[in-house]
């Protein structure tokens, strides 16, 4: 394992090589005395996997192969992020939430608890990019809500609670909680029977 600056590691964790844990921030290369990665209880890391400084993550957490997790991100508890996934920064991420992987979250992502989020999916933050980083908006996706597969959710965008966005929509408004969005641009519908979280 290549360890940068301090890091925690919870007991009963699984690791295999080669992990990078608390690579340096922007602000911090250079220097060696910095806080690291914090890392509860009951982690498997599998191999690639690259985890910045200032990252804090619950207990019984996974990655697949090749997961990047920029600095300032908080992660929860039983949270997994599937293989060649990417968490830019400055993120924060609840308990229960289930990323599959190529997921790419951007920076400033506010993700709920008991998210599910498919293959591929990307959001993004940036309306015109490159804009200048204070246009920022990065999108919210509330408590159980679902994103299927290579979709798309547009910056600023709220996904609100247990609503579910079909494989391959292109959301471009908010997601009113408990609906579906389907299509691109996306157009919202009632769930489906059986389809509420």
Do not use: W
């Not at 200032?54 to 957490?61: P, R």
């Not at 993004?124 to 159980?144: C, E, F, K, M, W």
């Amino acid at each position: 394992m290549i360890q940068y600056g301090r890091n925690t590691i919870g007991e009963g964790a699984r690791i295999f090589e080669p992990v990078t844990l608390g690579f340096p921030s922007r602000d911090k290369v250079g220097m060696s005395d910095f806080v690291g990665t914090v890392i509860g209880k009951d982690a498997v890391l599998r191999s690639g996997t690259i985890i910045y400084c200032d990252v804090t993550i619950g207990n019984a957490f996974q990655t697949g192969h090749n997961v990047l997790i920029r600095e300032q991100t908080t992660v929860g508890d039983r949270v997994a992020i599937g293989s060649g996934a990417i968490i830019e920064g400055h993120t924060s991420i609840g308990d229960d939430a289930s990323l599959q992987s190529m997921v790419y979250l951007p920076t400033g992502t506010t993700i709920g608890d008991r998210v599910f989020i498919g293959p591929n999916a990307v959001l993004t933050n940036d309306r015109y990019p490159p804009g200048p980083h204070a246009s920022l908006q990065a999108p919210v996706i509330a408590d159980g809500a679902v994103i299927g597969a290579n979709a798309t959710i547009l910056p600023g965008i709220r996904v609100g609670e247990g609503a579910l966005v079909a494989a391959g929509a292109v959301v471009t408004k908010n997601v009113p909680p408990r609906m579906l969005a389907v299509g691109a641009p996306a157009r919202f519908r009632h769930l489906p029977p059986g389809a509420e979280r």
